[in-house]
């Protein structure tokens, strides 16, 4: 798309992995790290009702029985990681491991540069920002908040994730643009997935498809406008016409 295009929207809604992030890092950072201090964070935090919540849902989401010992459990949980299922009790207990590790190991947030100077970009031009991620709240809110570009958490006004909806149904976009109030013609959605933006376009948003050169398969196509990095992206709110 044209660098000097500019998209009006009140809001921008943006995907993490490919889009803001490199996939690599949720792949060889984030995603092993969960799965090396998957069984301790349990065994640290088992009476903790977040947790006791989590490994409910984990079991009913398994086929298993409630009272199921913790570590058949925790065997579906580590399969589930191998193989990224998008499964809400993981990716709510990988949020709460990775924002102990952020707190604790030094452990930060991969965010491109180009996204960190777009958000800034776009806030300071008054366009509201959230992000929609098949990884839990939390762990949207402890990425941004300890990225290796610092502390980015006041650029964004929400956050949203699975609970919400699944990320390639429109209903699911529908329900976001409800939840800011704001019709989804005034949301802009960015995303590397298309079956992601298909969705939201189907729901009425505006998109742009990320077509990141580390993150992009060779000769990949797409029906949305798009762009290589957010410095092709020009988005301000629409202009209130006088009275």
């Known amino acids: 798309m044209s660098a000097t295009a500019r998209i ?121 920002l959230y992000v929609y991620s098949s990884g839990s ?18 650029l964004f006004d929400g956050y949203f994730d699975t609970t919400t909806g699944p990320k390639r149904e429109p209903p699911s976009y529908a329900a976001i643009a409800n939840a800011i109030d704001l019709a989804p013609a005034d949301v802009l959605f960015l995303s590397d997935v298309d079956p992601e933006l298909d969705a939201a376009r189907t729901a009425g948003m505006r998109t742009v498809r990320l077509l990141r050169p580390a993150d992009t398969p060779a000769g990949a196509t797409t029906t949305h406008a798009s762009a290589i990095s957010f410095d092709e992206i020009d988005v301000a709110p629409p202009l209130i016409a006088p009275h």
């Open 8 to 128: 009006a929207a009140r809001a921008v809604l943006v995907d993490i992995e490919g889009t803001t992030s490199t996939i690599a890092f949720v792949h060889e950072v984030l995603s092993p790290y969960a799965d090396a201090h998957l069984d301790a964070y349990v065994a640290a935090h088992r009476e903790e009702p977040e947790v006791v919540q989590v490994l409910l849902d984990a079991a009913r989401l398994a086929g298993l029985e409630p009272d199921v010992d913790d570590a058949t459990v925790l065997a579906h949980l580590h399969a589930w990681i191998a193989e990224d299922r998008k499964a809400t009790p993981l990716k709510t207990l990988q949020g709460l491991i990775w924002a102990e590790g952020y707190a604790q190991t030094g452990l930060r947030g991969h965010v491109y540069p180009d996204a960190v100077a777009g958000l800034r970009r776009w806030y300071d031009a008054g366009v509201r």
């Open 137 to 154: 709240v939390e762990a949207q809110r402890v990425l941004f908040a300890n990225s290796d570009q610092g502390d980015l958490s006041p």
